[in-house]
């Protein structure tokens, strides 16, 4: 119980696109004032971080790194990750099939999961992440990653829309457009976040959203090959519940942050999480132990800290976390998960 399982690795602050909302935006601005940590000192981490059943690359835009193969290989490697999202904008349709065939093919008992991201079935959509043509390069890579995906069992490809302002004619017209030019495993909705601690941004219509929440749980996801997969569901399902608390301003309980999960910058700094500003540590002046530093004592006053001030959040990652480590969601996790293995929809 005092090591995470879920680590959020950032593996640089390039990116090629220019979202609106993006809340990394500082860091990729400035990404040439630091020296991102190399494959080797990934290696490093890797062998001192225990073990690491899920890991989430993230960036900027991960499938820029080349070395990225190497770099997730070592966690598989090292800390035994089974299950590896990698989030991308969708725009280089070649090297993102490339890196899924790779790692699919040099890591058979691993289970990878391609995330693209699609906010609007228009143009709107190349609008608000700032590059002209970004909605067909995202088509082009899904439907490579969907081909890809008919020869590997251990792959599979979600989409994931962000909230922002879209009406409900716009989700409807958006699962459609995903429905026959993506045909993900799963599309998920979510929140565009309040800039730091709390729940949602006040720019958007919160029960549109919740509204909407439930409408994507419900036809937003096929069959897919993933392991445990009706579980991951089910959190994800119940993550709604604990949506609609924390929207509603009740706290959805302890947080884990800093124990069971935590965040990795690209420069070796581990983070609280990816909402505040704590750092823990730096990796490079603690001889690559995430493990050493997540034990300090600083880091455990942090965490106190945290708890004490019924911190809380509208980041998925993070909810779903504590979810799963709080066991006041076990009877619905339980419903949740067997529903799901009796009425899943199968792939188009
Ligand atoms: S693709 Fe992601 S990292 Fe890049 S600008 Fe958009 S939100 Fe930020
Ligand atoms: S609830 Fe947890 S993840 Fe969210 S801001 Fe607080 S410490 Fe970070």
């Not at 994800?236 to 884990?256: Q, V």
């Not at 069971?260 to 505040?276: A, P, S």
Request: net charge positive; aromatic share 10%; proline share 4%.
């Amino acid at each position: 119980m005092k090591r995470p399982s879920f680590v959020i690795l950032f593996v640089t602050a390039k990116c090629n696109a220019k979202c609106s909302f993006c809340f990394y935006a500082d860091n990729i601005n400035d990404h040439h004032k630091g020296i991102e940590l190399s494959a080797e000192e990934y290696l490093l981490i890797s062998k001192s971080a225990g073990n690491i059943p899920y890991l989430l690359i993230s960036g900027g835009e991960p499938v820029l790194r080349n070395d990225l193969p190497e770099i997730i290989g070592y966690f598989v490697e090292n800390a035994s990750s089974k299950f590896v999202t990698i989030p991308s904008n969708g725009l280089s349709p070649e090297k993102t099939y490339k890196l899924f065939d790779t790692l699919t093919s040099r890591y058979p008992g691993t289970h990878f999961r391609a995330a693209f991201s699609l906010d609007y079935p228009d143009e709107r959509h190349d609008k608000v992440r700032g590059v002209e043509g970004c909605r067909n390069s995202l088509v082009e890579s899904a439907k490579r990653i969907a081909a890809l995906r008919e020869k590997k069992t251990n792959l599979s490809m979600d989409l994931v829309t962000v909230f922002i302002d879209q009406s409900e004619e716009d989700l409807k017209n958006l699962r459609e457009f995903a429905d026959h030019n993506v045909r993900p495993n799963n599309h998920e909705l979510h929140v565009l976040r309040a800039d730091g601690p709390g729940g949602a941004s006040d720019s958007i219509d919160l029960e549109l959203f919740l509204r909407e929440l439930a409408v994507f749980g419900e036809k937003g996801r096929v069959e897919e090959t993933r392991a445990l997969s009706a579980i991951f569901r089910s959190i994800n399902n119940t993550f709604l519940r604990a949506m609609n608390r924390l929207c509603r301003g009740t706290w959805t309980g302890p947080c884990r942050a800093g124990s069971k999960f935590t965040v990795i910058d690209e420069y070796g700094k581990v983070k609280l999480c990816e909402i505040r500003d704590d750092i823990l540590g730096d990796l490079r002046e603690n001889e690559y132990n995430l493990v050493q530093i997540l034990r300090s004592k600083s880091s455990l006053k942090t965490i106190r800290d945290m708890n004490k001030d019924k911190c809380t959040c509208a980041w998925e990652c993070a909810m779903s976390t504590n979810i799963i480590f709080n066991f006041r969601f076990y009877p619905e996790l339980i419903y949740r998960t067997l529903r799901e293995l009796f009425t899943r929809r199968k792939p188009q």
